[in-house]
């Protein structure tokens, strides 16, 4: 069965640091990744997804993400945080199914932002 | 293109009611998924609709169910309400591709409809 372990439960970094959030994954085959982003009383916003190939993936607001296999990792990164990222960030994976439909989800971790 | 719309955005139920929950997908879209979220189990797959038809199901009791219509909008209905699904219910829409469609399945989030039990 898939399974998403994000460690970090909440992050505080100031604005212009880099931020870095970790997310682990247990999936027999390649996983489908993705990241979303929740802002309080929201739905989930996808920030970026991977399915194969280019092991380093761009997404929206700045936000990156690598796929390393061998580690079981899909860490988010993003080189300068603005204030407006404060949310929570979920890791998730799908391909059980066959498809991308059915999706676990990590625990979360919550992005504070200091002025 | 308007998003995935979730209908009421807010309930207050009591125990032992039931109550169905509104999902329209994006224009286009075939497959419906439900998730519930909350504080200590996180978000959960409930299940998912394609082409009217239940495709995946998740670890709920059947007082969880579903539907979909021809136009792909779906439907949530909880029966015999406990305060423990006290929840944000998200649906998320996508087109619906099979396994080597994979784009197809980037699945797009409703902002949810809070549910409070009491």
């Known amino acids: 069965a898939q399974s998403v372990t994000q460690p970090d439960i909440h992050i505080t970094v100031s604005e212009g640091a880099s931020l870095e959030l970790r997310c682990n994954y247990s999936?027999?085959?390649?996983?489908?990744l993705f990241w979303y982003v929740q802002s309080p009383g929201q739905g989930l916003q996808l920030l970026l997804k991977?399915?194969?190939?280019?092991?380093l993936v761009q997404g929206i607001k700045g936000f990156e993400a690598e796929f390393k296999r061998s580690q079981s990792s899909f860490n988010l990164r993003k080189p300068s945080v603005h204030w407006s990222d404060a949310a929570e960030y979920f890791c998730?994976?799908?391909?059980?199914?066959?498809?991308?439909?059915?999706?676990?989800f990590g625990t979360g971790t919550r992005l504070q932002v200091t002025l | 293109k308007a998003g995935v719309t979730q209908t009421p955005r807010y309930l207050i139920k009591t125990r032992g009611q039931q109550v169905t929950l509104s999902c329209s997908p994006i224009?286009?879209?075939?497959?419906v998924s439900w998730y519930q979220q909350t504080p200590g189990q996180g978000l959960q797959f409930l299940f998912e609709?394609?082409?009217?038809?239940?495709?995946n199901k998740g670890n709920f009791p059947g007082r969880f169910s579903g539907r979909q219509f021809s136009n792909s909008r779906s439907e949530m209905n909880v029966s015999t309400l406990e305060l423990g699904d006290s929840a944000l219910y998200l649906c998320?829409?996508?087109?619906?591709?099979?396994?080597?469609?994979?784009?197809?399945?980037?699945?797009?989030f409703g902002a949810g409809t809070r549910l409070s039990v009491l």
């Open positions: 998320a829409s996508s087109r619906g591709g099979g396994p080597i469609q994979l784009a197809k399945n980037i699945q797009y």
């Open positions: 999936y027999g085959a390649t996983p489908y």
């Open positions: 991977y399915f194969s190939g280019d092991t």
């Open positions: 998730a994976v799908g391909g059980d199914t066959g498809t991308a439909s059915k999706l676990t």
């Open positions: 224009s286009g879209h075939r497959s």
């Open positions: 609709y394609f082409s009217e038809t239940q495709r």
